[in-house]
């Protein structure tokens, strides 16, 4: 099994800064096949990158996904005070497995 | 527009049974994959299984194996997840999702999810 480890546990930022975040994984992930998903508290999450770097219906251009291999990056580029939740990444190449997030934090 | 309306979670007794259902609407159900997801309180997303679009290929994770059972009912629209021998990690918010295809299975739609407590 595709262990994903994210880092940081939690990025504390203000508004307007650039947020990066992390995703590894213990084996090459095939095809670029990773995802990344949003989730604010008492909400379902929601996907925001698939394919590693493409972009969800209606996601801002502000996130871009990046990386290949085992390694990977969720950034964006200006946080606006929506963009505070918790960021999970996900592999769909071998079998299905989540990291354990990453929750982005207003300071 | 796509909707996944999950039903079915509640209070069960450590060794009970709950049976989950989830209503789908907006899209053309048999051409899809789809799956439950849980998210025990506090903590992050764990994949519980998947179902091909006919139901010919399932997943489980070896957490769940032996003691849950997915299904689907294509005329009818719904998903299912017959869960035996619960036990008090099974406490979770579950989701059903839908999965963008056979060949990416990532999630490009959530249900709202419905909350299981398994304590006694």
């Known amino acids: 099994e595709i262990v994903l480890t994210q880092s940081p546990g939690t990025l504390s930022l203000s508004p307007g800064e650039r947020a990066t975040l992390s995703c590894r994984a213990s084996?090459?992930?095939?095809?670029?096949?990773l995802a990344w998903y949003q989730q604010k508290p008492g909400q379902a999450p929601r996907l925001v990158i698939y394919?590693?770097?493409s972009r969800a219906t209606g996601i801002p251009d502000r996130f871009s996904g990046s990386g290949s291999g085992t390694d990977f990056t969720l950034t964006i580029s200006r946080l606006e005070p929506e963009d505070f939740a918790v960021y999970y990444c996900q592999q769909y190449g071998s079998s299905l497995t989540f990291g354990g997030g990453t929750e982005v934090e207003s300071k | 527009q796509v909707q996944l309306v999950e039903s079915g979670g509640g209070l069960v007794k450590p060794g009970g049974s709950l049976r989950l259902s989830c209503a789908a609407s907006g899209f053309t159900f048999s051409d899809y994959y789809l799956s439950w997801i849980r998210q025990a309180p506090g903590k992050g997303l764990e994949w519980v299984s998947y179902?091909?679009?006919?139901?010919?290929?399932?997943y489980y994770a070896d957490s769940v194996k032996g003691r849950f059972s997915i299904s689907r009912d294509n005329a009818k629209n719904s998903l299912f997840l017959q869960m035996n021998s619960l036990r008090a990690g099974d406490t979770a918010v579950y989701y059903c999702?839908?999965?963008?295809?056979?060949?990416?299975?990532?999630?490009?739609?959530w249900g709202q999810g419905t909350l299981v407590t398994v304590s006694s």
């Open positions: 999702a839908r999965l963008r295809s056979k060949w990416e299975l990532y999630v490009d739609y």
């Open positions: 084996q090459s992930v095939s095809s670029s096949s």
């Open positions: 179902i091909s679009s006919s139901g010919s290929t399932i």
């Open positions: 394919g590693a770097s």
